[in-house]
């Protein structure tokens, strides 16, 4: 319904009692645009709810039910409420006797954060053969870090807020001129806030605030509770939501009189948009019924969390996950877009959303998991430049006698970001927040005439150093495994070479050559050599006019066979040890097309007279 007006900011339902969209008020920030005639656009907690999924039963009896809340943010994107301001705490010694000389500190974060913890433990004379003592260490609640001279160390540690951690250096001297030095240094980000601390800003839509999964009727929920709230540096409790763009409703223009060669008689008034004869009559403040300015969007959405914890079992009783995200803050949209005539932001989209931190923790507030990703936010980009036109009040010409248009004119921007992952860490720790096992995972993507990723470098605990290289069709000279004939049609993101090395030493090389069949590009042959296997692993691919896979031949040149019913469009039919031809001498493959239930089934079943092989089949509800 087009005339309906109970709608907030968003388009959800609200409690707006006027036959009005356009607001009451609009903060445009340096003042506030009053219109008492008008309509509540605010958000209302229970009629933003309005057609929401509240449960889903299984086939099993089984079944989830969802309680929900509305969004909230308590920062938007180009307001700044926290002001990230980057903290380095380091602490150091130096022996100057035999016996260790040492300094103790303690650490507490007012707000959780994950911090860069490094150490440097060194000796003022490498070349004495009996090492000096010098070490280093981070402990407290599911923490515990340690350093040596023969380990220097760095490691992202989660800190909980309001949590003690002790910080201990300590080293020695040998003789004089031979010491050790000992340094440790925390690095985080915190938030100072401004003098009145944000509140809770309701915002249109839901978020799930709470499931429960139940196996049977009557059983035992399995709970998952989900938290939207963070903690600023006073301990105000906030919400980590970002809103995108608040919107606006109001821009203001002007009307003018053009008095052709003349000037303003009066001589106090401005000129006409863009210099020129004429000069202003009046000032109009437009208010509108819906946003002038784009709302933005955080993966789909109007805004995006910076942290969601997700509670197992009431009370975190099974533990917990934290996950920590990019938003609008500090990647907003940018451009002239805030202004009259209000041409298309440019959105910074693409950088919102993305996993930054994960964390599981026990049901003892212990880190026993975690994952860190870095991701490449600055790299290359692409312009779409446009030119935004609007007419606005024109005036009378005092000269004519006639109507003049005031036409505003503004060129804007707008991007196409590539943004891509760098960096991925993920480390397995025990009870006491010692790391056990820890994985890294770098990434490029230097290609010379491509943008896909070309290498995968995986470091693991056991020292073992995995880098996978992959090739596509700009990378491969002539027409080696079809790559012309997909440089040809743009098809750039299939890999035609995967190269595996464990340690520097080639293990796996895997090729897949293309071709056309039927008018499809589509690949027809993977060979596969790993180390310590006599000779390659072929697979063959044969395909119908349609572009579906017919016959599938690999390991042992066991082929498996599969039909196409419903027009050709559903694979009905899976026959392993049988040629697509010993399938077709059972089964009539141009008649079962218009077949379906049970008389497709009956035809289907003579597939089960190839003796020797395994047939699958399946038929489908209209």
């Known amino acids: 319904n087009t005339d309906y007006t109970q709608q907030d900011h968003w388009g959800y339902y609200n409690a707006n009692d006027r036959p009005t969209l356009v607001p009451q008020e609009t903060n445009i920030g340096s003042r506030i645009i009053v219109y008492p005639q008008g309509g509540n656009r605010e958000t209302d907690a229970e009629r933003t709810k309005a057609g929401v999924l509240k449960q889903i039963t299984y086939p099993t009896g089984g079944y989830t039910q969802f309680q929900y809340e509305a969004h909230t943010y308590s920062n938007i994107a180009g307001t700044v409420v926290f002001e990230p301001t980057p903290v380095t705490e380091t602490i150091s010694v130096s022996g100057v006797s035999s016996e260790p000389t040492t300094q103790t500190l303690p650490l507490t974060v007012d707000r959780s954060v994950v911090a860069l913890v490094e150490c440097l433990c060194t000796q003022s004379d490498p070349s004495f053969p009996e090492p000096a003592v010098a070490g280093a260490t981070l402990t407290g609640p599911g923490v515990n870090f340690t350093c040596s001279q023969e380990a220097d160390r760095e490691e992202y540690i989660f800190l909980r807020a309001g949590e003690t951690y002790t910080r201990y250096v300590e080293a020695d001297q040998l003789t004089a001129g031979v010491f050790g030095n000992a340094e440790l240094t925390v690095s985080y980000e915190t938030f100072d806030p401004q003098t009145s601390p944000p509140d809770i800003v309701l915002a249109g839509g839901v978020r799930i605030q709470r499931m429960e999964t139940y196996e049977t009727a009557g059983a035992t929920p399995i709970v998952r509770i989900f938290n939207y709230n963070t903690q600023d540096d006073n301990g105000n409790t906030l919400s980590s939501g970002v809103l995108v763009t608040e919107p606006n409703y109001y821009y203001e223009i002007k009307q003018f009189q053009s008095t052709g060669s003349g000037g303003d008689p009066v001589g106090d008034r401005g000129p006409v948009t863009g210099g020129g004869s004429g000069y202003e009559i009046c000032d109009f403040d437009v208010i509108a019924s819906s946003s002038q300015v784009q709302l933005g969007l955080t993966q789909g959405n109007h805004l995006g969390y910076k942290e969601v914890t997700v509670s197992y079992g009431e009370n975190g009783v099974n533990g917990q996950e934290i996950f920590r995200y990019t938003t609008a803050d500090p990647y907003g949209d940018d451009g002239p877009c805030r202004d009259f005539p209000f041409p298309p932001c440019n959105s910074q989209d ?273």
């Open 350 to 622: 693409a950088k919102r959303g993305l996993l930054e931190v994960q964390i599981t923790e026990s049901s003892e507030d212990i880190t026993v998991q975690e994952a860190i990703n870095q991701y490449e936010l600055n790299g290359p980009s692409t312009s779409h430049p446009g030119l935004a036109v609007r007419a606005r009040i024109g005036g009378v010409s005092l000269e004519a006698q006639t109507f003049v248009s005031d036409y505003v004119t503004s060129e804007y921007n707008t991007r196409s970001y590539w943004v891509y992952p760098e960096l991925s860490r993920q480390a397995i720790k025990d009870q006491a927040g010692a790391t056990k096992t820890q994985t890294e995972t770098t990434y490029q993507y230097n290609g010379d005439d491509h943008s896909q990723r070309t290498q995968e470098s995986v470091t693991n605990s056991e020292g073992q150093t995995i880098v996978t290289e992959y090739h596509y069709a700009p990378d491969i000279p002539g027409s080696t495994y079809g790559s012309t004939r997909l440089e040809n049609k743009n098809m750039l993101t299939q890999v035609l070479e995967r190269l595996t090395e464990i340690n520097g030493t080639l293990t796996q090389r895997v090729t897949t050559t293309y071709d056309q069949e039927n008018g499809n590009i589509v690949p027809v042959q993977v060979d596969e050599y790993r180390t310590g296997e006599a000779g390659l692993v072929t697979t063959n691919y044969e395909y119908d006019d349609f572009g579906n896979v017919i016959q599938v031949t690999g390991v042992d040149e066991v082929p498996t066979a599969f039909i196409w019913g419903y027009n050709n469009t559903l694979p009905v039919a899976q026959v392993e040890g049988a040629t697509i031809n010993e399938a077709d001498n059972e089964v009539n493959l141009t008649s079962i097309q218009t077949l379906d239930g049970e008389a497709l089934q009956a035809e289907l079943n003579d597939l089960r007279n190839l003796s020797g092989t395994l047939a699958t089949t399946y038929t489908y509800d209209p």
